[in-house]
Every structure is written in structure tokens, then in C-alpha cells.
Nanobody
Framework: QVRLTESGGGSVQAGGSLRLSCAAS????????MGWFRQAPGKAREVVAR???????TYQSSVKGRFATSKDNAKNILYLQMNSLKPEDTAMYYC?????????????????????WGQGTQVTVSS
């Protein structure tokens, strides 16, 4: 069973940076897909970034050029480096790890009842 634990959130001013971490346990396949979602108050959860096991990444257009996701395979930790943060980046950030993440749309992925989620980590950006 996959277990995900996010950390690294906090409060920063606009223009600042944060690095989120997601420790994953229970994942053993060399072929995987991991990524990050976020959910702002009153809004739907949305995908921010995806990382395929071959190194390919995709990003939501609003974060492209500012956010970067990577993985330390030895430690099995997924990272999200967030630079030039904006108030609209304020949200709870969640890690995701399931092969379907890289083949399904965000809306479809959110409908799967058996995908693992962590507790999330809060990011607050003030202007």
C-alpha cells in the first residue's frame, strides 16, 4: 500500500520560494508516475505537475517556468521547487503517486476512489 507524506509548506511573501517534499513508501515499480495537486479554499483540486519515470515532466500553464518537480530515487522522495511565488499559489498541496496520473486527465484522476493521497501541506503566499 502506497503511503505519501508531504512537508515543506509555509508562509512566504510574494516572490519568495519554497521546496515541498513528498516521502513515498510502498512504491516498488521502476515504472511510475508521481506529481502534485493543489486545492485552494472553495476551489477544486487541480494538478500542478507530473513526473514520469523516464524523467518527462508536465506542468500546469500557470506555474510553468516557476515550479519544478524532481525525484530522489535513492530516498524515494518527490520534490516541488516553487520559485517566484504569487498570492494565487496559496493552497493546500498534495502529492500523488499512481501510474494513472500520467495517462488520465486531472478531473478523471480525481474520480478514482483508490488513488493514494497524503495529508497535504499548506502554502500561503502574501502580497
Amino acid at each position: 500500500q502506497v503511503r505519501l507524506t508531504e512537508s515543506g509548506g509555509g508562509s512566504v511573501q510574494a516572490g519568495g520560494s519554497l521546496r515541498l517534499s513528498c516521502a513515498a513508501s510502498g512504491t516498488t515499480s521502476s515504472r511510475y508516475c508521481m506529481g502534485w495537486f493543489r486545492q485552494a479554499p472553495g476551489k477544486a483540486r487541480e494538478v500542478v505537475a507530473r513526473l514520469w519515470s523516464d524523467g518527462d515532466t508536465t506542468y500546469q500553464s500557470s506555474v510553468k517556468g516557476r515550479f519544478a518537480t524532481s525525484k530522489d530515487n535513492a530516498k524515494n522522495i518527490l520534490y516541488l521547487q516553487m520559485n517566484s511565488l504569487k498570492p494565487e499559489d496559496t493552497a493546500m498541496y498534495y502529492c500523488a503517486a499512481d501510474i494513472r496520473l500520467c495517462s488520465a486527465t486531472s478531473d478523471l484522476y480525481l474520480q478514482f476512489p483508490d488513488v493514494p493521497w497524503g495529508q497535504g501541506t499548506q502554502v500561503t503566499v502574501s502580497s
